[in-house]
């Protein structure tokens, strides 16, 4: 919703204000992204957001908001038919979740993984 994209905004901004770390602020970057990918008009700056948040959460500690925006980024690739730039971020986001015992994120990717191999059986090849 706009309320919260002006929300998303004002965090990022306080963020950068307050030096926080890059990983604070791409975790804020990526939920910004996700969010405007529901906006007419809005989808490829919301993916370019997310992949800028994920780059930026990857200099940081490998846990659940990595593994979050690497799911989130994911679904942005399939909303914009890559399937196979989708499928390489769920795999990562599996990896880490599982290097990580972050259950809650591994759950919620193999679901996802069933749906997609259900419906794009091409992509086992």
């Known amino acids: 919703s706009a309320d919260a994209i002006k929300c998303y905004e004002r965090v990022i901004s306080l963020k950068g204000e307050e030096g926080a ?12 992204g996700y969010a405007l990918l529901s906006e007419k008009g809005l989808m ?3 993916l370019r957001l997310l992949e800028e948040g994920v780059v930026m959460l990857e200099s940081g ?3 659940g908001f990595l593994v979050r925006a ?5 679904i942005g690739y399939l909303k914009v038919l ?3 730039h989708a499928l390489g971020q769920f795999v990562d986001a599996h990896k880490i979740a599982e ?7 591994i ?8 749906q997609i191999d259900t419906r794009l059986p091409f992509l086992r090849r």
């Open 21 to 32: 770390t890059n990983a604070s602020i791409g975790e804020s970057k990526a939920e910004l």
């Open 44 to 46: 490829k700056h919301g």
């Open 61 to 63: 500690p490998q846990n």
């Open 70 to 74: 690497k799911r989130k980024l994911g």
């Open 82 to 84: 890559a399937p196979r």
């Open 99 to 105: 290097e990580n015992g972050i259950f809650d994120q």
């Open 107 to 114: 759950q919620r990717l193999e679901q996802m993984a069933k």
